[in-house]
């Protein structure tokens, strides 16, 4: 079976591509932001994750909800559902991305790790939520009809 990419300029697909070079030029910062929320609440609220509606800000995307919709949809999340178990916030970046009834895994292990990221940066959460949501903002365009 052949693997054919997705074309970016489909309208169901644009802010997938759109989400993907944005987490790919803001790293750092996304690490430092998951690191410094694991430091303030663990994994209590949930997972983090990018709602881009009706403008692009982070959300919590809590256990049992990911669990329900998983329930709802056959079982088709498992996976994500097994990553999320598995996942170390001293290593890897994680986050969900939502939009338009779909969702989008954004999970990645940074050059430098999320500890580091979040010292280097030298940034209160506040602050940096704040950046990062405004130039979510000013970078993620796309129309969801």
């Known amino acids: 079976m052949m693997f054919s990419s997705i074309q970016a300029d489909s309208p169901e697909n644009q802010w997938r591509y759109q989400l993907d070079r944005f ?3 803001h790293q750092q910062e996304l690490a430092a932001l998951t690191w410094g929320l694991w430091l303030e609440n663990g994994n209590s609220k949930g997972t983090i994750g990018v709602d881009l509606q009706p403008k692009p800000h982070f959300v919590y995307c809590p256990q049992a909800a990911v669990e329900n919709l998983n ?6 999340l498992q996976e ?3 990553i999320i178990e598995h996942y170390n916030p001293e290593m ?3 986050m969900i991305g939502i939009a338009k009834d779909q969702i989008k895994l954004i999970y990645f292990e940074p050059e430098i790790a999320p500890p580091v990221c979040f010292k280097e940066l030298g940034k ?3 602050l940096l939520l704040e950046n990062l949501e405004r130039k979510m903002a000013e970078q993620l365009k796309f129309d969801f009809g």
């Open 80 to 82: 994500v559902l097994g």
């Open 23 to 25: 987490v790919k030029n």
């Open 124 to 126: 209160n959460i506040n």
């Open 71 to 76: 329930d709802r949809v056959d079982n088709k």
């Open 92 to 94: 890897e970046v994680l």
